[in-house]
């Protein structure tokens, strides 16, 4: 059985653990983002927008393709709750299932793995 994974969040800390999970994991994971933004807006440089200095468009990039190139499927919508006892994150739409516990796979039982695990749940 492929391990649940969901991820609240679609900016820098979201995107960065969906990927490395994806690396690490590969297809014995499956992964969910939930963003209540379809967009990464790359924050840094938002300064110089205001100066006139950029093209706010270029700073905004849709979040499903590059995820859906990547295996993992993104949800447009705010988590309203988390529930760790029942291990499901709740949007106003649906609930979204999840497994806390390290895969069942030897291979990425490693400390490092499960360190992701369980950071990978953000909420910033
Ligand atoms: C103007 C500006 C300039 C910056 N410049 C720099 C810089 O030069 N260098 C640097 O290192 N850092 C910089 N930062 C800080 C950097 O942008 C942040 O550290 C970084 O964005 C934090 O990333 P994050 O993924 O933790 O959270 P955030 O970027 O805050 O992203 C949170 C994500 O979670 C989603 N979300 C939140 N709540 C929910 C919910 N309930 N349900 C679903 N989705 C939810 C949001 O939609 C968003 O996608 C800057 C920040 C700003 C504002």
Not at 24 to 40: C, N, P
Not at 65 to 89: G, M, S, W
């Amino acid at each position: 059985m492929r391990t649940k994974i969901v991820i609240v969040g679609g900016s820098f800390g979201g995107i960065n653990a969906a990927y490395a999970l994806r690396r690490q994991l590969g297809d014995h994971a499956e992964i969910t983002l939930i963003s209540k933004d379809a967009e990464f807006t790359f924050l840094p440089s938002l300064p110089w927008v205001i100066l006139g200095w950029r093209d706010p468009t270029l700073l905004q990039i849709p979040l499903r393709q590059p995820l859906a190139r990547r295996r993992i499927d993104f949800v447009h919508a705010e988590v309203t709750e988390i529930d760790p006892a029942k291990r499901q994150a709740h949007t106003a739409a649906a609930q979204f299932p999840y497994d806390s516990g390290v895969p069942q796979l030897p291979k990425y039982s490693s400390l490092e793995v499960r360190d992701q695990l369980r950071v990978c749940f953000l909420l910033s």
